[in-house]
């Protein structure tokens, strides 16, 4: 299967990420979970093939991804790389640095110059490349000056470690701030990356959306499917292998009778469109317009399978959209 899908760009759908020249895939791989290493290195291995070969060209790291948070899943990322180096033109890689990562002050969540630097160089080394697509603030620090974090990602694509920057976790006054900086610079910042999704509407309510779409910024989508409960992973119970199962309390305390009860309503409308819910998760968040793309987690190559096929059904009737919000807002 592996690269053998020469087919793989007519399957998939590439948005500008904003108003930029960078296209990305709809849908995206992300490494957060099962990417590290306690996990198998044969799946992640298949998984991102499998990711490749049905056209997913963005694959969204950071620093601490993976379990340990100590750079597992960026080595594991190298590793796979190794096998596939030809097609690094054919790849947009992006890291994170901002999150506690090392031990002392220059390691812990913060957005300084000292700490930034000196974790991109950490990234390249660990996954063996020569610059990342796109390099992303973590989340916003107010202990930093921003023209100190904006600074840093700016250097870092002066350097040619970065070809573009982004932010994430920057809700609508904290990037618009930023942007005026980068704008001074003419730093190419091309990227927001927010939490989003059915059950998750805090860009809509900040009016985040609006302003990226209004400033030409992309927002690179993550939780989209927020961490599995907008799938069929949890509508018969609790399965041991699944992020719950596996004692995630975050979100396992949220699955409670109402949470399944709207699930379940959800599916039904999925199944009416014909498709599965998480489908349906994925083309509600693409159907805003302000997203580029919507970064997946994923524990098996099935489920990246089944997830991609959401491009095909991106357009909801009135009606379903209305019953979808009666849904979200009870
Ligand atoms: N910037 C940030 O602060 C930040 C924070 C979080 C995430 N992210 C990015 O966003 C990415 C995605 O985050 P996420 O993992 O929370 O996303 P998600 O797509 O909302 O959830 C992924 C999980 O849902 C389950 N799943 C996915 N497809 C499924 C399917 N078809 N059927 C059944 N279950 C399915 C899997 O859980 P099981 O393990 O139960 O199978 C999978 O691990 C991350 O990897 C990272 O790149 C960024």
Not at 4 to 24: P, T, V, W
């Amino acid at each position: 299967m592996y690269i053998a899908n020469e087919k793989r760009y007519d399957r998939m759908i590439y948005n500008r990420c904003g108003k930029s020249g960078l296209k990305l895939s709809a849908v995206s791989l992300g490494f957060w979970k099962n990417f590290g290493s306690s996990g198998r290195f044969d799946n992640m291995e298949k998984m991102v093939h499998t990711a490749f070969d049905l056209g997913i060209t963005h694959f969204d790291l950071a620093n601490n991804y993976g379990n340990p948070y100590n750079g597992s899943a960026e080595e594991n990322f190298g590793r796979i790389l190794e096998g596939m180096r030809e097609y690094r033109d054919e790849m947009c890689i992006s890291t994170k640095a901002g999150y506690e990562m090392w031990a002392g002050p220059y390691g812990d969540r913060n957005g300084s110059r000292k700490y930034l630097t000196a974790s991109l160089d950490q990234s390249l080394k660990r996954m063996e490349l020569d610059y990342v697509d796109i390099f992303y603030h973590h989340v916003f620090d107010p202990d930093t000056p921003l023209e100190e974090t904006a600074l840093a990602l700016d250097n870092a694509v002066r350097q040619g470690k970065a070809l573009y920057v982004g932010i994430s976790n920057y809700n609508k006054a904290q990037t618009a701030e930023i942007m005026k900086i980068f704008r001074e610079l003419h730093t190419p910042f091309i990227v927001n990356q927010p939490s989003y999704s059915m059950l998750n509407r805090w860009v809509e309510d900040d009016g985040l959306d609006d302003f990226a779409a209004e400033n030409g910024i992309g927002l690179a989508v993550f939780s989209p499917l927020y961490q599995g409960f907008l799938t069929d992973r949890y509508l018969k119970g609790v399965p041991e292998d699944s992020r719950v199962g596996k004692g995630d309390t975050w979100i396992g305390n949220q699955l409670d009778e109402k949470m399944l009860s709207r699930l379940g309503r959800l599916n039904t409308i999925a199944e009416r469109r014909g498709q599965k819910l998480s489908q349906m998760a994925l083309s509600w968040v693409l159907s805003n317009k302000a997203v580029a793309t919507v970064l997946i987690g994923a524990s098996r190559p099935e489920q990246i399978e089944e997830n991609v096929r959401c491009i095909d059904k991106l357009v909801f009737s009135e009606e379903e959209k209305r019953e979808i919000e009666n849904i979200l807002c009870e």
